[in-house]
Every structure is written in C-alpha cells, then in structure tokens.
C-alpha cells in the first residue's frame, strides 16, 4: 500500500468494491492486516457473528506470524435470515461455538456485549427517532460495513480488550462478510461524539443502500452456503 507524504498532504490507496458482502472477505483482510501493520496498529477489530471471517483473518496473522493483536466482537446468540432458513449468529450460539473455541486456540480476544447503538432504548422500535436511531442512520451514509466496523471498534474499547486512545484498523460488513476497513482512533462509547476520530477509510462497497432481505440485493455478493454448513478450523 503506498503513501506519500507532500506538504502536508498525504496519499493512501482506498479500495471501493463494486458489490457488498462476503464476497470481499479476503481482500478486506489482506488490506487492513497490511495497514495495521505499516501504522503500527494496537489490535486489528473483527466484527464476526459466525466466526468464518475471524477465522479468515486470524490464520492470516498466525501464517504472517505479525504479533498483532486480534479482537474478534460478536452478536449475541440469536438467528437471522438467509435464503434457506434462519442462520445462527453470536460465537455463543451452540452451532457456532467451534468457531469460538477455534479463535480462542488462534490467540483471539473474544468481545460480546451491548451494541452502543442498540441499546435497550431500541426495543422501542428501529425506526424511531431515538438518539441512537439517529447516529444509527447517519454513519449508515457510508455503508454498513463501515458503521459496523465504528461500532465493533468501541465496543472492543468498552470491554477493555483495547484501550482508550488506541489507533486501530476495524473491519465490518454487510449481512455476511467482511467488505469495509477503517483505522480510527478510538474511545468509550460514551465518548463517542466527543472523542472518536475516523482517521481512514481502507476499504468499502462503492454503494452504500441496501435493500432488505440483504441476499435478495442485486449489489450484495457471497456465498450463504458455507454458512449453513458446519464450521471447519
């Protein structure tokens, strides 16, 4: 990845993808373990519900042998839907445990806890104008790979797993896959208006709007299979 720096001006390569989703997994990884490591990063973020994609990055950096810090931030045990029936998500959930255990092998630092911008004021509904709604919807301007990855980010700063102030490379996507990468220097969630800094963006869809179910979207991209299938190490 180059950079140059001129007059105060620096340059980086950003990646934009014609489609969204897990059919980008690899190349977002490749790229933000590649950006973690020329900064210097404290911990490359994985936002994961199943597993499959910190899996992908975290033999990445066992083959690179890189030293970096991996925090993988998972859902809580529940389901969501897909093309054949509902998929489990959360590494909790009984059919995703494997990968839970495969991570923890790996050296993974495993966070799960309450989305910061899903709180319990959300039961209300997701579609009203609650603060959370709000920010919610604004960050979704860039996609939702990259509010996931903000997201992922404080919440990973929130369970200590990295500190207050930390610059980290943060990954997240849209339904299944990883296809958004961004460093920022983080915070607590509840300083998020006042602190967090998006300092990058490595890598997101080009197109940002989804349409819902995400795998009836022409623009989404992957291979939903896989995840009907039981998780290989």
Known sequence: ???????????????????????NTEHVIKVAVRRALEIGSSALIV?????????KAAKLLRDL???????????PPDE???????????????????ALRCLESLGAIIVQGTRPLAPTSRSLGWE??????????????????????????????????VNRGDIVVSLGGTFKGLDAAIVAKTTYSYYFLKEYELLEIIAKPYYTKVKFPEYQDPTWKGNLERYYEEIKC
């Open 1 to 23: 990845m180059s950079e140059a720096k001129n007059d105060g001006i620096i340059t980086r390569e950003v990646y934009y993808y014609k489609f969204k989703g897990e059919v």
């Open 47 to 55: 936002a994961s519900e199943t597993g499959r994609s910190a899996l």
């Open 65 to 75: 042998n890189a030293g970096l810090k991996l925090v993988v931030v998972t859902h």
């Open 80 to 98: 969501t839907w897909g093309p054949r029936g509902k998929i489990p998500i959360g590494l909790r959930h009984p059919r995703n445990v494997k």
């Open 128 to 161: 009203q104008p609650l603060p959370e709604v709000i920010i919610d919807k604004v960050l979704s301007i860039f996609g939702q790979g990259v509010k996931i990855a903000i997201e992922a980010s404080l919440m990973a700063t929130d369970s200590g797993a």
